[in-house]
């Protein structure tokens, strides 16, 4: 089977199941599909075999199977997995998510610059709807109050006259597409520069919210929520890890480890995404901390620039209002990201309740009795000492042993698992507990790994690859470790949701890096352009087409006075000679001079003039004597 049938397959596998899901009544999405798809395969109870073709009893078994899986009503492994779709689905760092938001409010600003850039108006109120058309396009960009309330309309049309008076229409009339909307944006940022300042000086601001102060109001709240849901995360995670220990301890059935195992795994997913909000929650109060100063400076300098003068110079004034709308805007970003932020946070909530569902407090209380509830915080301190460090040994072959003293970025270093001890995970099956750095980090094939105490350390390094190997078979098991712990190089087959760099996207393939050297000729390969390259298909077509008709056709030779040049010929000539001729005597000639008088032209005596041509002209012969 080829790759694009092999595809095709799948795909319609997953429209099937997405379907069937439909009809009994639960919409899942075709990510969540596909991924259980694989998750199902991989999983060995499921004696799936992926190195041959799924016969038609094989697919159908999938079928059924995935069904089953997505409409358990219970199950925190299948919600881990949902609140791994819709996180990875939903948050993004924050350049992207601030580049899309600003992508987001062009297109919807299109249709009216289209309109201001496509106007063709002429008579007066043609002109005065296109101004109103760039009042309401200056408030919607900037987002400071409604282009339906009167009063924000007035006063920003009084701003916009100041700078932009509707006698210049003509000259914006004249300009480019392009020049049009870079003033547009220009009359933008100078037009809400100048609203804020009033708003400043209590001579405006109709319809503008004052964003630092929701935020200073608004930050705290979201830190709040965030910690009050982190910490009542770790109550369950310090429960349920009491209870698998002593279960493994003690060799207990009750509650039901696979379960208890599932709320772990789940609980410990959304304490990740949680840090990662909280993460974005604290860059945002940096953030608006450096905004509100910025703000505060601008409209310092702006005071001091124009103070009480009737007239300021354009030139001193105007970068300073942009600069005060490039602040506000962004308030409005932290806004916007706070409120992202917010909702993701709620919405992850939902897929927790399984767990609390199958393992309420009256089932859990009576277990709980006698036991030691430990933090992750306080499991760390008690293995912080130097004596739970581990110490080198002759049979660490080909092993490193890295601690803050010998490493310069010893914070910095990319632990495997999420920084999970890996020796619990494999060890007592899938047990999630949270690795010291400080007990030392293992080096190997380029990888690190931190433990929850000396004793795994060493064990683990004495045969690194079978416990990798087994850490890979509980992810079969529990396909959502494969996105909590990243464990996509041991899972080619497996496609994260999405692909990014930033924390959050929780699924990333590693890039591993290292110096190398390569040396080559300056020019290994020679340059050659072919002139007759065509990259064209219709001109190919066309050369095609007139190179099939040639077969029809008959050749005539045929010779032009233009091409006669174009062939090579040789001629022979000889050259002009000088040559001098003398005669024996020298002799000239000359003829003799016209000349003719008329005679009666004074009348004389009689009443009519009559007149008398005499030719006095010599003849030739007399002529030549006379000059001899």
């Known amino acids: 089977m080829s790759r694009a049938q092999a595809e095709s397959v799948i795909k319609n596998i997953i429209r099937e199941i997405a379907q069937e899901c439909a009809v009994k009544g639960q919409a899942v999405s075709e990510t969540l599909v596909a991924f259980m798809v694989k998750a199902v395969v991989l999983d060995p109870d499921n004696q799936f075999n992926v190195e041959r073709t799924l016969t038609k009893d094989d697919v159908q078994k999938l079928i059924k199977t995935c069904v089953d899986r997505l409409l358990m009503s219970t199950s925190p492994s299948l919600d881990t997995i949902k609140m791994q779709v819709y996180f990875d689905m939903n948050y993004t760092n924050r350049t992207e998510f601030l580049e899309e938001h600003k992508r987001v409010l062009e297109s919807r600003l299109q249709p009216v610059m289209r309109e201001i850039t496509d106007s063709r108006a002429r008579t007066r109120e043609e002109l005065e709807g296109l101004y109103r058309k760039i009042v309401s396009c200056v408030l919607l960009r900037s987002g400071l109050g409604s282009p339906t309330d009167i009063s924000v309309v007035r006063e920003a049309t009084a701003a916009l006259?100041?700078?932009?008076?509707?006698?210049?229409?003509?000259?914006?009339?004249s300009l480019t597409k392009r020049d049009k909307e870079r003033q547009l944006r220009e009359l933008t940022q100078i037009v809400t520069g100048i609203r804020l300042f009033n708003k400043e000086c209590g001579k405006g601001g109709e319809g503008i919210d004052n964003l630092p102060s929701i935020l200073n109001e608004a930050i705290p709240s979201a830190t709040m929520n965030i910690e009050n849901e982190l910490n009542s995360t770790r109550v369950f995670i310090s429960r349920y890890t009491a209870l698998l220990e002593q279960q493994e301890s003690e060799n207990l059935d009750n509650p039901d480890p696979d379960m208890l195992r599932q709320a772990a795994i789940n609980c410990r997913?959304?304490?990740?995404?949680?840090?990662?909000?909280?993460?974005?929650?604290?860059?945002?109060?940096?953030?608006?901390?450096?905004?509100?100063?910025?703000?505060?400076?601008?409209?310092?300098?702006?005071?001091?620039t124009i103070q009480s003068k009737t007239a300021v110079p354009t030139n001193q004034v105007y970068p300073k209002f942009i600069s005060l709308a490039k602040t506000w805007t962004g308030f409005q970003d932290e806004m916007v990201l706070l409120s992202v932020i917010s909702n993701i946070q709620a919405n992850l909530e939902p897929f927790t309740r399984s767990h609390k569902e199958?393992?309420?407090?009256?089932?859990?209380?009576?277990?709980?009795?006698?036991?030691?509830?430990?933090?992750?915080?306080?499991?760390?301190?008690?293995?912080?000492?130097?004596?739970?460090?581990?110490?080198?040994?002759?049979?660490?072959?080909?092993?490193?042993?890295?601690?803050?003293?010998?490493?310069?970025?010893?914070?910095?270093?990319?632990?495997?698992?999420?920084?999970?001890?890996?020796?619990?995970?494999?060890?007592?099956?899938?047990?999630?507990?949270?690795?010291?750095?400080?007990?030392?980090?293992?080096r190997y094939k380029e990888h690190f790994f931190c433990f929850v105490s000396k004793d795994a350390a060493v064990k683990f390094a004495a045969d690194p690859d079978r416990y990798i190997a087994r850490i890979a078979e509980a992810a079969k098991r529990s396909p959502e470790l494969i996105q909590l712990l990243e464990l996509h190089m041991q899972f080619s087959t497996i496609t994260p949701y999405g692909k990014s760099a930033e924390p959050?996207?929780?699924?990333?393939?590693?890039?591993?890096?290292?110096?190398?050297?390569?040396?080559?000729?300056?020019?290994?390969?020679?340059?050659?352009?072919?002139?007759?390259?065509?990259?064209?298909?219709?001109?190919?077509?066309?050369?095609?087409?007139?190179?099939?008709?040639?077969?029809?056709?008959?050749?005539?030779?045929?010779?032009?006075d233009s091409t006669n040049f174009r062939r090579q010929n040789a001629t022979q000539i000889y050259l002009p000679k000088t040559s001098e001729t003398q005669t024996k005597r020298e002799k000239g000639t000359s003829v003799p001079k016209p000349r003719v008088f008329i005679a009666g032209l004074r009348g004389c005596q009689s009443k009519t003039t009559e007149a008398y041509k005499v030719d006095l002209t010599l003849d030739v012969n007399t002529h030549n004597d006379i000059c001899d």
């Open 161 to 173: 006259q100041s700078v932009f008076p509707q006698t210049e229409l003509g000259t914006f009339m």
């Open 269 to 304: 997913q959304h304490e990740a995404f949680l840090k990662v909000l909280m993460n974005d929650v604290s860059v945002a109060t940096e953030q608006v901390n450096t905004l509100e100063r910025d703000l505060r400076s601008v409209l310092i300098q702006l005071q001091n």
């Open 358 to 442: 199958v393992l309420p407090d009256t089932v859990l209380q009576p277990h709980l009795t006698g036991l030691i509830l430990r933090s992750d915080e306080e499991r760390i301190a008690e293995t912080s000492s130097m004596e739970e460090r581990v110490e080198h040994a002759p049979h660490f072959k080909n092993l490193e042993f890295l601690f803050p003293e010998t490493t310069r970025n010893f914070s910095q270093l990319p632990l495997q698992y999420k920084g999970f001890c890996g020796y619990s995970i494999a060890v007592h099956d899938r047990l999630l507990l949270p690795g010291n750095p400080l007990v030392g980090v293992l």
């Open 504 to 560: 959050g996207h929780m699924i990333e393939k590693p890039l591993t890096k290292r110096d190398s050297g390569i040396q080559t000729d300056v020019h290994p390969i020679e340059s050659h352009i072919d002139p007759d390259y065509e990259w064209n298909e219709w001109e190919m077509r066309r050369k095609a087409i007139k190179l099939a008709n040639l077969r029809t056709r008959i050749t005539h030779s045929v010779q032009t």
